[in-house]
């Protein structure tokens, strides 16, 4: 059992060729500086949720700031993470093309610049073109790290980084909803919600210094391959059709329009999988290495991390909203009813490892047991009559929620991408953060429909919407159980 959930397959193959059709690749020799390069690394998946995260808190303070327009809004605090979704399927592949060291300089120096043109931004419209742009960069450095550490680092060793990859992520995500709040409360220099974009850049240009000296360019996977351009195209366009109605799912505008937007959206995602079997049979460049779904371990994997991002984002929003909404915290406070959550994400992702060595695959099934008790204790504490008891319980349930978090995040990821062959781990790990993305967009979209009421003039209904995101987290709960079973019968077939 205690091989069940461990990275160490040299790359999967399907049939008797590789998944992408390519040619297979021999590992590369072992980086003895390694573990800096790690440190340096780990700065990209932090940044990404952070800057994703930190303005649902800091909106407010930019809202005082230029006035914004209900569209204006949207974007700022959308636009971002739109263009992350749609760009990381090709962003993982611009590493396998190019090389991922390279791409994620890149991708870092970008994400500086346009974070320093956030902090800078004169106007409504000079803010929404440099967070689309920082998530375009976003969305070309974050699939190369978990491609790095898949190529990079001995089989006996990717647990333990991942877990340190895990770790990154959920505290960008949740630091980046405790400094939202609170750095603009602060108004360091006066400068009030700039600060928030500020902390970026200093982090990426170390980065870009450091790297080169801690890690060597790595020969392109897939190199003399061109850009498969009409995929990439399909790829953006079919995402965004499905994506950009959902934002409007509530209002009565959706219909018929966004249904029709959305209907063309899934006709696009049809062609584009289509066109890409095409090429991959062909041996041609190709966006997505469509053998990977005839792995059951990857797909359920892959449903898995659906699921729980489904549950897990747009919970963190409506909590935000609630605390400030209902209990009359100021963003800063909200932010800090996150702390919890942050301190056992760190102590779950290092136990993780040592637990699934002890225990199984057992443990991938009560991590998300976890995370779907810890985000109950929301709408229990809602119910509770006295201010102290619920707040006291809501603390509870952010601690027991990220500890969850914390372990089933390394444990899932490498699960997953144990499964990619090295030549297609970007293009592997950039199908697994467009799945976070997606999901976060749907789950937001379903959790409107129950948050807003029918009658305007009613309140927002947090309690119902709550338990709409504890519902799916129980579903993720299913099939976690699914999925380690599908792994057990792999590991004795």
């Not at 960069?137 to 895990?166: C, D, G, H, Y």
């Not at 190709?286 to 359920?300: D, I, K, Q, R, W």
């Not at 978090?405 to 899932?412: A, D, K, R, T």
Request: with cysteine.
């Amino acid at each position: 059992m205690a091989e069940e959930l461990v990275g160490d397959k040299p790359g999967v193959r399907l049939g008797n060729r590789p998944a992408s059709g390519g040619p297979s690749t021999a590992p590369p020799p072992l980086n003895p500086r390694r573990r800096q390069a790690l440190a340096l690394l780990l700065v990209g998946p932090f940044l990404s949720l952070f800057d994703q995260f930190c303005v649902n808190l800091a909106a407010p303070s930019i809202n005082q700031s230029f006035r914004l327009s209900p569209f204006e809004f949207q974007a700022v605090v959308g636009g971002y993470g739109l263009v992350y979704g749609l760009g990381l399927i090709t962003g993982g592949r611009l590493g396998d093309l190019f090389g991922r060291r390279r791409m994620y300089q890149a991708g870092i120096a970008v994400f500086a610049v346009t974070s320093l043109a956030c902090a800078l931004a004169w106007s409504p419209s000079s803010l929404i073109a440099a967070r689309l742009a920082q998530g375009a960069a976003a969305a070309v450095l974050q699939p190369q790290v978990l491609a790095l550490i898949r190529t990079q680092f001995p089989p006996a060793e990717q647990q333990k980084a991942l877990s340190w990859f895990a770790l990154s992520m959920s505290l960008g995500m949740v630091l980046g909803q405790i400094l939202g709040g609170a750095l603009p409360t602060w108004d360091l220099l006066g400068l009030g919600w700039r600060p928030v974009f500020l902390v970026a850049v200093p982090l990426c240009l170390a980065v870009f210094l450091l790297l080169p000296a801690t890690l060597d360019a790595d020969r392109p996977a897939l190199a003399g391959r061109g850009i498969d351009i009409t995929g990439a195209v399909l790829s953006a366009v079919s995402m965004a059709c499905v994506l950009l109605p959902l934002a409007a799912v509530r209002e009565w505008s959706f219909l018929p329009g966004g249904l029709v937007v959305c209907l063309v959206g899934f006709l696009l995602t049809a062609v584009f999988v289509r066109n890409q079997r095409a090429k991959v049979r062909q041996g041609r460049s190709a966006v997505l290495p469509t053998g990977l779904f005839a792995v059951p371990v990857f797909v359920h994997g892959v449903l898995l991390n659906f699921l729980l991002y489904m549950a897990s984002v747009p919970f963190a929003v409506v909590l935000a909203l609630y605390l400030q909404d209902e209990a009359g915290l100021s963003s800063a406070e909200a932010g800090l009813v996150f702390t919890p959550a942050a301190v056992a994400i760190a102590v779950g992702s290092r136990i993780a490892v040592p637990l699934r060595a002890r225990f199984g695959g057992s443990v991938l099934v009560a991590s998300a047991a976890l995370i779907a008790l810890g985000l109950a204790a929301a709408p229990a504490a809602s119910a509770l009559d006295s201010d102290g008891a619920s707040l006291a319980l809501l603390l509870v349930g952010m601690a027991v929620y990220g500890w969850g978090n914390g372990m089933i995040v390394p444990l899932l990821t490498g699960t997953v991408m144990s499964r990619v062959p090295p030549q297609d781990a970007g293009a592997g790990a950039g199908v697994l953060a467009t799945t976070q993305q997606l999901a976060a967009a749907l789950g937001i979209a379903v959790v409107g429909i129950v948050l807003y009421p029918s009658e305007p003039a009613s309140g927002l209904r947090y309690t119902p919407a709550l338990i709409a995101e504890v519902g799916i987290a129980a579903l993720a709960v299913v099939l976690a159980a699914r999925l380690a079973a599908v792994v057990r019968r792999g590991a004795t077939a």
